[in-house]
């Protein structure tokens, strides 16, 4: 069996303690992001073979893809998938 150092110890466990930290406080930056608040939406059929990523990244090209498809589920109320002909409301502008 190896035998450590007590200070080469010691200083391995800061490292994984500072690094568990750098970790949580990187993962509630991203967590505390602020909504956007979508100030334009239009209505759109949905065609064959469309899918809601997509047209969200079309529709609000310079929003977070995500924000934008969650921002139109709850206004469409969707839950599950989206089906050619639906109508749906889209986001065009954001602030």
Request: with cysteine; charged share 15%.
């Amino acid at each position: 069996m190896k035998i450590v150092n007590k200070d080469v110890f010691r200083r391995r466990i800061l490292d994984v303690i500072m690094l568990s930290a750098l970790v949580v406080i990187v993962w509630m930056g991203f967590n505390n992001l602020e909504p956007l608040h979508f100030s334009h939406w239009k209505t759109i059929m949905v065609k064959q073979s469309q899918t809601l990523w997509g047209i969200c990244r079309q529709d609000c090209p310079n929003a977070p893809t995500q924000q934008v498809v969650d921002a139109v589920c709850n206004e469409n109320h969707i839950i599950g998938t989206i089906q050619p002909g639906e109508f749906i409301k889209v986001p065009t502008t954001f602030s």
